[in-house]
């Protein structure tokens, strides 16, 4: 054993930013398609995404009494929402933001929300690696059955200080199966304590390669592939 010591140098860790965004939409099997599932396919970058704001729900006490004491307490489930911000988004999110297409360059809106995967990347430093200095030091989080809810959108006039619209949406999701373990609607892997080969096969996955379209694999799929 040995004895805890604190602030050692390297050991000052934190995470920051927010990059490298992914929008899966979900796919249904096709019958005529020998071996085809449905699933979060065909991604496309996310670019301008400005924040990721997670705002889990739930896990909330019940206190039950006997005896005249306390005698244990019930936890809720506990649910994943999130914000996410951007000062664009890629057009196949249209149709998840309730937009359908009447004509060439002409949506229609209030129309039914198409379900997304959505990744994207934060950055790991610390006192001696400052972050984004280093690209193998990053997690990833990979969310799961996303409903966008709608959102308010300012339009203001251009004036002597001219600002780009930063626009948001509400993020509600439904848990997957996870093996062994509570469904979950959000997974994060850490690039520090994957193994390289396995962190490279993953993001061939998620990112696409010359032969495969990117994809969100479920997290069965990921157990098996990370283990």
Same mark, same amino acid.
């Not at 249904?28 to 396919?41: Q, R, S």
């Not at 297409?101 to 990347?121: S, W």
């Not at 997974?187 to 990112?207: F, P």
């Given at each position: ?35 085809? *599932? ?8 996310w670019n301008g995404l400005t924040a990721v ?29 999130? =914000? ?38 934060t950055l790991i430093g610390n006192d001696v690696?400052?972050?984004g200095s280093n690209s193998e030091m990053y *997690? ?47 997974? =994060? ?8 080969? *396995? ?24 157990? =098996?592939?990370?283990?």
């Amino acid at each position: 054993m040995a004895k805890i010591v604190w602030d050692e140098i390297g050991t000052h860790f934190y995470e920051t930013g927010v990059d490298h965004g992914i929008l899966y939409k979900y796919v249904e099997a096709d019958p005529e398609v020998t071996g085809d *599932k449905a699933g979060f396919k065909n991604g496309v970058a996310w670019n301008g995404l400005t924040a990721v704001n997670e705002s889990p729900s739930g896990a909330e006490p019940s206190p039950l009494w006997a005896d005249n004491i306390k005698y244990l307490n019930l936890i809720s489930n506990e649910e994943y929402a999130a =914000t996410v911000e951007a000062y664009t988004y890629p057009a196949e999110f249209e149709e998840c933001d309730g937009f359908g297409e009447l004509a060439t360059g002409v949506t229609v809106g209030q129309q039914p929300r198409k379900m997304f995967g959505l990744c994207y990347r934060t950055l790991i430093g610390n006192d001696v690696t400052p972050a984004g200095s280093n690209s193998e030091m990053y *997690k990833l989080h990979l969310v799961y059955n996303c409903t966008a809810s709608p959102s308010e959108r300012a339009h203001a006039t251009v004036n002597d200080s001219p600002e780009a619209a930063n626009m948001s949406w509400s993020i509600s999701t439904t848990p997957v199966e996870v093996p062994k373990m509570k469904p979950t609607a959000c997974i =994060t892997i850490d690039s520090t304590k994957i193994a390289k080969e *396995k962190l490279t096969a993953l993001e061939k996955i998620l990112y696409g390669d010359e032969s495969n379209a990117p994809r969100l694999p479920y997290p069965t799929e990921l157990a =098996t592939l990370l283990a």
